[in-house]
């Protein structure tokens, strides 16, 4: 048995043949099948094309270990693909992780309050992402946080300095910027 999966183009590159996966079918609870993807399309599938124009996908197919469990084509089926392993590595929920100008941050427990902390990632799945510096093992962080600790994160800004390179392309370099919180400052105050 064969099962058809498509693939968006921004995960084609982790794909390779005979990568094993791990497959649940509807109408089968509690029970999972092991499988190899044994075809990755070379050419995106524009058979949805006329639902999302940008839309990319790549049919690849997952060929499933013999087994005595009755299965019927056409079924739906859940597959996981897996592209890297990581073990003894830290790890947190990937919603933990707040984005903001290309960096990542996580928000600490502080005792009296969350303070942002920047971190370095590393493997990411759908619900777990490594950490790879920036957090020590019983470090505790938030899972949720609000408007108010984002803003706490300071603004990075491309600067020009006429006549000033900066030690970087087009005479631009980073400067932050971070707002103040507290009654009656509302405004921003700039540091090189």
């Keep these: 048995m064969v099962v058809d999966v ?8 982790k794909l390779s043949l005979g990568q094993r996966a791990v497959i649940e079918v509807e109408g089968i609870p509690d029970t999972q099948f092991g499988g190899e993807v044994t075809k990755i399309a070379v050419i995106a599938d524009t058979q949805n094309r006329w639902l999302n124009p940008d839309l990319k996908e790549y049919e690849t197919e997952i060929t499933l270990d013999p087994t005595d469990i009755p299965l019927k084509p056409g079924a739906t089926a859940h597959v996981e693909i897996l592209v890297e392993r990581a073990e003894n590595v830290l790890s947190i929920p990937i919603q933990s992780i707040y984005s903001k100008g290309g960096r990542k941050y996580v928000f600490r427990d502080a005792g009296q309050g969350a303070k942002y902390q920047e971190v ?73």
């Design 120 to 192: 370095q990632i590393g493997t990411a799945s759908t619900e777990w992402v490594e950490v790879v510096s920036g957090l020590a093992e019983n470090d505790r962080i938030l899972m949720a946080f609000s408007d108010e600790n984002t803003r706490e994160i300071p603004d990075f800004e491309l600067v020009a300095i006429p006549g000033k390179p900066g030690g970087s392309p087009n005479g631009l370099r980073k400067m932050s910027t971070k707002r103040r919180s507290g009654a009656g400052r509302g405004g921003r105050h700039r540091r090189p």
């Design 6 to 13: 498509r693939i968006h183009e921004a995960k084609t590159n």
